[in-house]
């Protein structure tokens, strides 16, 4: 059974109006800091929101950017500039906080967080002009390019780069220390804004419940004449409220859901929280998995993959690293359609998921290029080659089958190091002289580096 805290309190005062005009004015009190508590949690909602909003139209920002980068396909670059230009999410966001009365702390990391973007837009500025001066846009009249991009400053060498550079030089732009290292600082200062929200709430939440006992212990004190119904009146706000907002306080503290309760606003109140933590930790989900994971493959990627080699630097185990590319992924593109092309990655990489083991990781760490790190492998490398030598064959013999069956003709080139001391970053150059072997060959097979 529920009640209703304020059908309860009117009840009350109406009995003992007669008694003390005071004890009116104390049980008043009780719903107002209610709708005090009410507020603040919607407030912290509110900002968080926003503060997840603007994370989302950052990394929507470096999504397109990077798209743009990659595949030269025009509209990214129309996506991009209506998030700037109309869209705004970032700026909105930031506006919302601030009509919010947020903490003037929160409100400052959140503008650094802004103010981090927009130095962001400079790198992607630069990189989309690479893109656009090796594509021609900016010789085609019917391409209006952004006076952004045109203000963006190229060095001599830069501009004087063929396309295949220039597309090279925009990716490694997108993808380089000092873009990831910027993207870190805007989650780590949206990160902060939350967690200033978040303390400053838990405070406010302490201080309700302390004012809430003080209330009930004031309205005992006055309505002494009254023992017997101000001690039902006390138990009952005991048992319903204060067991209920101290459970609330416990759960918010450790970062849970709230429980449920027999007070109708305390109820309401429960479902609003329940309600914005299950959006927060959705995002925060989604947030972590999209920055782990290539889109289009569902492998882990190239950032992914670097810090999973750098846990086995050093590490006193035997490991192998094999380089993979898709041969003349290009050609596959030009003469069937980029679905296609986008069929055969995926291909490959549900073919790679299921030839190597579940100790090992599959990556996609480029345009066409994965990357497989084999983990636990026999101290006995001769015995290694050859389990990865039937894996090869396996993973060839699969891709050939999907040949026949679903995708067009499709080849792989490999090249494999192995390393007796866990992850060493000469293992990749290794890998890929192996690689560069196979590639002068012929293509469409595969060699341990020397």
Not at 18 to 39: D, H, N
Not at 164 to 184: C, E, G, R, V
Not at 232 to 254: C, D, E, G, N, P
Not at 339 to 359: E, M
Request: proline residues 1%; charged residues 25%.
């Amino acid at each position: 059974m529920k009640i209703h805290l304020r059908t309860v309190s009117f009840i009350f005062l109406a009995v003992i109006l007669a008694l003390s005009a005071v004890l009116i004015s104390s049980s008043i009190r009780v719903p107002l800091q209610f709708s005090l508590f009410e507020k603040h949690t919607i407030q912290f909602q509110t900002v968080a929101q926003a503060s997840i909003s603007l994370q989302e139209a950052s990394d929507y920002l470096t999504d397109e950017s990077r798209l743009f980068a990659i595949s030269g396909e025009w509209k990214h670059l129309e996506n991009y500039f209506a998030e700037v230009n109309e869209s705004k999410r970032r700026e909105k966001a930031l506006e919302q906080i601030k009509g919010a009365g947020s903490l003037e702390e929160s409100t400052k990391f959140l503008e650094m967080a802004l103010q981090k973007s927009k130095e962001l837009e400079n790198l992607e500025y630069k990189a989309m002009k690479l893109v656009v001066t090796a594509k021609g846009y900016d010789k085609d009249p019917s391409y209006n390019v952004p006076q952004a991009v045109q203000n963006a400053e190229l060095s001599d060498n830069e501009i004087a780069m063929d396309y295949n550079t220039k597309m090279a030089a925009a990716w490694l732009i997108l993808f380089s220390d000092q873009y990831f290292s910027m993207k870190k600082a805007i989650s780590i200062y949206r990160t902060s804004a939350v967690d200033e929200i978040l303390k400053h709430s838990a405070v406010l939440s302490e201080n309700n419940t302390k004012k809430l006992k003080s209330a009930f212990y004031r309205t005992i004190a006055e309505i002494a004449l009254i023992v017997l119904f101000s001690l039902a009146f006390f138990i009952i706000i005991m048992f319903f409220v204060v067991k209920s907002l101290y459970a609330f306080t416990q759960s918010i503290k450790k970062n849970q859901k709230l429980n449920a309760t027999r007070t109708t606003e305390l109820e309401l109140l429960r479902e609003t929280y329940n309600e914005m933590f299950d959006i927060a930790m959705a995002k925060e989900n989604f947030l972590r998995e999209k920055a782990e994971h290539d889109e289009l493959t569902g492998l882990i990627n190239r950032t992914a993959f670097r810090a999973i080699s750098k846990e086995l630097k050093g590490a006193q185990t035997n490991v192998a690293f094999i380089i993979i590319d898709v041969d003349k992924f290009k050609e596959i593109n030009d003469k069937f359609g980029h679905p296609a092309g986008d069929k055969v990655l995926k291909t490959v990489a549900q073919i790679l998921r299921s030839t190597f083991r579940a100790t090992d990781y599959a990556a996609r760490i480029g345009g066409d290029e994965f990357a497989v790190l084999l983990t636990k492998c026999c101290d006995d490398n001769e015995a290694t080659k050859r389990m990865i030598a039937e894996k090869m064959k396996t993973l060839f013999d699969k891709v050939e089958e999907q040949c026949i069956n679903d995708i067009p003709h499709t080849t792989l080139s490999c090249g494999i190091a192995i390393s007796n001391k866990g992850w060493d970053e000469s293992l990749f150059d290794q890998a890929d002289s192996a690689l560069y072997i196979v590639k002068r060959a012929g293509r469409n097979g595969y060699k341990f580096a020397e």
